[in-house]
């Protein structure tokens, strides 16, 4: 079977979806190997954080120009807009969530073509061969994502394509993802289940957030945003940000906002005694100023996002400067967001922006 068509989206998750919903009336396919958008489907725990109330170039890692273009071009606000018929509520002061991810399914739904995307070549229109034939393009809009949770169907088909038309790929790696730990922080990991409000500071970034202790090291909001600056060596950690210690005569683990069992495996694991607060210098200064190199990352299949990605320099707003009339969007482009709706506002913005240059 072959297909001639004009425009051809690869991939329908945030971006693919995002772009044909702007394409009506256009000729074009949207090419994918699943029915429904998997990662909107579980993204935000079933609701879909879909936006931030604050949105600049500073939340993500990546060509800070390009970035601060394509979200001018479609904004925050205009995603609000776009949603306001379904059912969001402000998280947190700024992270917006759907009541559920179907409703932004719904908003965002296109008729597809399920196949697999198997490689494109380019002899005049493109060439896009996939399980169930030839599709011919005039125009190929790549968006078929990044490669972490490959249960989910990331494929690194849009790298591969990438390669092929000469492009350089930023190695990618997993974000928005668990740390694991050295050895000497392995009483972390006898706080399996624990949280506790913490903040991590790394490099020129601070978050304050949830930090979570799992069997495989840390996790939770503020590591997770912490992961995407952190390549190696040290992060400094608060356990107590935002708490004005005052001296008193109750031992740590009872005086601490902070859960019993932590300071208990805090202070064994450091040697320090559980002591009257006002005796407690040395263990509060660890507290708050707890520096260390954790080992490495949970991997892609627990990764939110992909770091990496095709490399911006050689793209032309989104279109590539090696090939006429192919262009790049959402997760697959060396673009990628904090923790809070910032990754799904990147597709939306980047789609928007290819939609109205094709
Ligand atoms: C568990 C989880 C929770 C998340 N929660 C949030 C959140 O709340 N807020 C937020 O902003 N971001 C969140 N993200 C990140 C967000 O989901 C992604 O950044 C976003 O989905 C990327 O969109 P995309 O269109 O670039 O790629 P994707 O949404 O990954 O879409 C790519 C599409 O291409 C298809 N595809 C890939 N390879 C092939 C192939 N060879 N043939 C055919 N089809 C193919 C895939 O099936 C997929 O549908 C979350 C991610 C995960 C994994």
Known sequence: ???????????????????????????????????????????????????????????????????????????????????????????????????????????????????????????????????????????????????????????????KIAKDFGHTVITPTPALVGLSLQKEQFWMKRLSGVSLKAEIEIGDKVFVDDLLFSHRGITGPVVLNASLYWKKGKIRCNFLPEVRVKNSNKLLSNALPLPKRFVVEFLKAHDLKDTPIREAKEAIKLLQNYLFAPAGNFGFDKAEVTRGGVNTQELNGLESRLVKDLFFIGEVVDVTGELGGYNFQWCFSSAKYVADRL
């Open 1 to 159: 079977m072959i297909i001639k068509t004009d425009i051809a989206i690869l991939g329908a998750g945030a971006s693919g979806l995002f772009l044909a919903h702007f394409l009506k009336g256009r000729e074009y396919i949207l090419i994918d190997h699943n029915p429904i958008p998997l990662k909107i489907k579980v993204s935000g725990g079933g609701k879909c954080n879909f936006t931030n109330e604050f949105i600049s170039a500073d939340n993500y890692l990546g060509d800070r120009v390009l970035i601060s273009e394509v979200l001018r071009h479609f904004s925050n606000r205009d995603t609000l807009a776009f949603f306001k018929e379904i059912n969001y509520q402000k998280v947190k002061n700024n992270q917006y969530f759907a009541s559920s991810s179907d409703e932004i399914i719904r908003k965002l739904n296109q008729k597809k073509f399920i196949a697999e995307i198997l490689k494109v070549e380019k002899s005049g229109s493109f060439i896009i061969y996939t399980s169930k034939g030839k599709i011919i393009a005039d125009r190929v809009v790549v968006a078929t994502g990044g490669i972490s949770y490959k249960k989910l169907g990331a494929t690194d088909i849009g790298y």
